[in-house]
């Protein structure tokens, strides 16, 4: 029986302390609604810890009690009985009693969640029962934000202060919110089902296609906190990311002035100008919006503060150092001081261009890309690999990638 010991101190290492501080861990919970969700659940584990004791133990005590005793082999079995109706009944209102317990600290929960607080009208009438339980920081207007789920990235849109899809100008990947204050969330998809969850502030909802749905979320402390799609929706579901970072108010103000802004125009005569150029010759304009200069597309994510970002592409690729992030991370939600690599950032650009099968080689042969989020939907090389189609595919050489990311880098 020891041998148990070496295999369960190895599943056990999964439960020690740093990694529930890990980045996506539900247990270090850091807003209202992650706090209540955590709550719950821990409410379910000492329950059933409880019972998997008095129900393990009176197995165990019965397997001692009765078992067979050396010379009684041939003994004739004892007398039978057929049950003990106070026994049974008492288990059967126990086990009533138990599902009780957990139900109302659940319902408790799930309509707290769904009250966005602030708001004049109350989403569920029986809000009554957990007044006590509403943020007591969240105080004026609520901010607003849509989250959109595509294959495979996450567009927010700030109705409030103008920053939508119809006024062309939205946010993809990187979510800001201010620290402190209660965020009603509206939930869309535009194409399959997704799921917004950011386990440290709160979760999961889903997005679901012709459907709207919502939940609130309010952050407490400042930092960088990671979100995932956590509903299967194809291909590259496990690249679908996105972060949630949380700013003091008065920063917050000031992200969204800079987010309204144009982005800024290159110097005229450098590679950067040559890059936007590009940037409407290779057809990128066709899909990507960069606020004041090119308005059209509104498929892939908007460029207009692609620099600014720390990460790319579902915040898959992350600018910044691995190694100082992971040192980092096990503290908090420090890693957010991490600055941005621009040599990582730069390489990630092209990485990403380059993996839609646009750079060519000098003789024009397409450099074989090699996959970042299979299947995304920028992602056409396999699309014009079609003969017919393949002469109306766009190409890059390595000179004109350079410039098309030297054009991104100064969108900040
Ligand atoms: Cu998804």
């Not at 302390?17 to 955590?38: C, I, L, T, Y």
């Not at 019972?51 to 393990?56: A, I, N, P, R």
């Not at 934000?145 to 899809?165: A, C, H, M, N, S």
Request: proline content about 7%; overall charge neutral; hydrophobic content about 45%.
């Amino acid at each position: 029986m020891l041998w148990i010991l070496p295999l369960a101190a190895l599943i056990l290492s999964g439960c020690s302390k740093a990694e529930w501080m890990g980045r996506q861990s539900a247990m270090d919970p850091k807003g209202p609604v992650a706090q209540v969700q955590f709550d719950v659940f821990m409410a379910t584990v000492w329950l059933s810890l409880v019972l998997f004791v008095l129900v393990g133990g009176a197995l165990v005590y019965a397997v001692i009690r009765y078992r067979e005793r050396a010379g009684q082999a041939d003994a004739p079995p004892p007398e039978q009985g057929h049950g003990n109706p106070l026994v049974e009944i008492g288990l059967i209102m126990a086990s009533v009693a138990s599902l009780v317990v957990i139900a109302i600290p659940t319902l408790e929960a799930i309509w707290y969640v769904d009250d966005v607080p602030e708001e004049s009208r109350p989403a569920s009438k029986l809000s009554a029962w957990y007044k006590g339980k509403v943020a007591p920081e969240a105080a004026g207007e609520v901010l607003t934000i849509d989250v959109i789920g595509k294959q495979w990235w996450f567009r927010f849109e700030y109705p409030q202060l103008g920053l939508t899809q119809q006024g062309k100008r939205s946010i993809p990947n990187e979510m800001v919110i201010p620290r402190g204050k209660a965020v009603r969330i509206n939930l869309r998809s535009e194409d399959v089902i997704h799921s917004f969850w950011i386990p440290k502030v709160a979760g999961k909802v889903d997005l679901i296609p012709g459907r709207r749905n919502h939940m609130w979320i309010q952050a407490d402390e400042t930092g960088h906190y990671y979100g995932q799609c956590a509903e299967f929706c194809g291909d590259s579901h496990a690249y679908m990311l996105f972060r949630c970072v949380v700013v003091e108010p008065e920063e917050f103000a000031a992200w969204v002035e800079r987010q309204k802004a144009p982005a800024p125009e290159p110097v005229a005569g450098s590679l950067a100008a040559k890059g936007k150029g590009l940037f409407a010759a290779k057809t990128c304009a066709m899909c990507h919006r960069v606020a004041g200069q090119f308005e059209a597309g509104g498929f892939g994510p908007d460029l207009s503060r692609v620099a600014a970002r720390t990460t790319l592409a579902g915040a898959w690729l992350d600018h910044r150092d691995p190694a100082a992030q992971m040192s980092l991370d096990a503290k908090g939600n420090t890693e957010a001081t991490v600055p941005v690599d621009p040599a990582r950032q730069r390489a990630n650009l092209a990485r990403w261009i380059g993996s839609s099968g646009v750079l060519v080689d000098a003789a024009g042969k397409p450099l074989i890309p090699q996959d970042v989020k299979p299947g995304n939907r920028m992602h056409y090389y396999k699309m014009f690999g079609v003969a017919g189609l393949r002469e109306t595919r766009t190409t890059l050489t390595q000179e004109e990638m350079d410039a098309v990311v030297e054009y991104l880098m100064t969108l900040r």
